[in-house]
Structure formats: structure tokens, C-alpha cells
């Protein structure tokens, strides 16, 4: 069965430095996402993106977040300048439609950590 | 603000006993979704509902959507050690771009 996969899985990155998350999510998936939940929270969303655009963006995801598609077949989340409380792990999910019978897919996610 | 919130957090059963998880909310939801979700992995899809009063089975898990579409329950019959696993409700955010909001989760430990 496809899936979408995450890559790295863990990434430790010193405060302030720029950090990208990469996703491959199912190649005839037409909505993409990103979520994340930090340690012993709910996972909370950050973004849906369709068409080469931002659907919608949550409150977390400010000025130091962007989402690119660059290729295609990848989808990634940019973090320009990681601060601790960005530690996390965050979910790249995809789906074919928004209809509820086109589930989002999850990515095994990236466990970003900051130091 | 929608918000889901799930009870209890936390379950500890023995193997072949009953339980229910609940998953309530103030806001009308047109669809929920539950996933399971296992140590270092994505949550993964158990089952959509969408029509008020829709029950849906899996096995030995039965999902209930209430009447209004403000709350949910996952009930597993005869627990086995294999159903550990943190569960999760999810509802569609009212913006349709797909947005999804999800309970806290309830985390299962089912003891042989």
C-alpha cells in the first residue's frame, strides 16, 4: 500500500539554525499537511497546502515557518530560525481529496529536536 | 475554537474486558475520523464517520457518531494485548481545507 514517508526521522539541530523537513507524501495525493505534537500534547495543525498554495495556516506557524513543493513529489517544512519550544515532532500527511471518504495519510514523522 | 476532548486518558484493562472511549465536543463536526497511533510511527486511519447516529464496526471495535455530530465512541469488545495503542479522535475543522483537529488521545494498555 503507498504511504508517505518522512525523512530524516530524527533531527537535532542547535537554536537558531535553519532546519528542513522533507516529506514524500502518495503520488496521486493532491492535499498536503503538516502537523505536530509536542511531547505528551495533541497533535495540532500547521498548514494545508493545495494547489502550490497555502490553504490555511494555523496561529503557530508565523514568519520563521514555510512549506515549499519543489519537484512534484517532495513537500517540505521550512524552519528559519529553530528556537527549543519548536521541538516536536511534526507529521506530514496527504490526501486525494477533502471529501471524508479521502482520508489524510501520516508520515512515521520527524522528531526534531533543539538544543 | 473547536476542541475535542477525549476520556479517559489513560485505560489499564485486562485482556477480554469491555471498554469505551469517548470523544465529545461542544461544536458540530460533518465528519470524525479515529486513528491509532503506535510508538515512533504516524497515526493511521481506523475509520471515518459522518451521518448522526452512524455506527460503524471493525471486528471487535465499534464506532459510534452521535445524533448531533458533537461526540463519538470507540468501543472495543473483548480487549486483546494487541489493541495497546494511544487512540485518537479527529474532526474536520469548519474551514474545509482539510484541517483536522484532534483530541488529546486516550492511551490503552491492555495486560494478558
Known amino acids: 500500500e503507498p504511504e508517505v514517508t518522512q525523512t530524516p526521522s530524527h533531527q537535532v539541530t542547535q537554536m537558531g539554525q535553519e532546519v528542513i523537513l522533507r516529506c514524500v507524501p502518495i503520488?496521486?495525493?493532491?492535499?498536503f499537511y503538516w502537523y505536530r505534537q509536542i511531547l505528551g500534547q495533541k497533535v495540532e495543525f500547521l498548514v494545508s497546502?493545495?494547489?502550490?498554495?497555502?490553504?490555511?495556516k494555523s496561529e503557530i506557524f508565523d514568519d520563521q515557518f514555510s512549506v515549499e513543493r519543489p519537484d512534484g513529489s517532495n513537500f517540505t517544512l521550512k524552519i528559519r530560525s529553530t528556537k527549543l519550544e519548536d521541538s516536536a515532532m511534526y507529521f506530514c500527511?496527504?490526501?486525494?481529496?477533502?471529501?471524508?471518504?479521502?482520508?489524510?495519510?501520516f508520515g512515521d514523522g520527524t522528531r526534531l529536536s533543539i538544543l | 475554537t473547536q476542541l475535542l476532548e477525549q476520556s479517559p486518558q489513560f485505560l489499564s484493562i485486562q485482556e477480554g474486558e469491555n471498554l469505551t472511549v469517548y470523544c465529545n465536543s461542544s461544536?458540530?463536526?460533518?465528519?470524525l475520523q479515529w486513528y491509532r497511533q503506535e510508538p515512533g510511527e504516524g497515526p493511521v486511519l481506523l475509520v471515518t464517520?459522518?451521518?448522526?447516529?452512524e455506527v460503524k464496526k471493525l471486528k471487535r471495535l465499534t464506532f459510534q457518531f452521535g445524533d448531533a455530530r458533537k461526540d463519538s465512541s470507540l468501543h472495543i469488545t473483548a480487549a486483546q494485548p494487541g489493541d495497546t495503542g494511544l487512540y485518537l479522535c479527529?474532526?474536520?475543522?469548519?474551514?474545509?481545507?482539510?484541517?483536522?483537529?484532534f483530541g488529546q488521545g486516550t492511551t490503552l494498555q491492555v495486560k494478558p
Open positions: 503520488s496521486n495525493h493532491l492535499y
Open positions: 497546502f493545495y494547489n502550490n498554495e497555502i490553504s490555511e
Open positions: 461544536s458540530v463536526f460533518s465528519s
Open positions: 479527529a474532526g474536520d475543522g469548519s474551514s474545509n481545507t482539510g484541517k483536522l483537529i
Open positions: 464517520v459522518v451521518t448522526g447516529g
Open positions: 500527511a496527504s490526501s486525494l481529496g477533502q471529501s471524508s471518504n479521502q482520508p489524510q495519510h
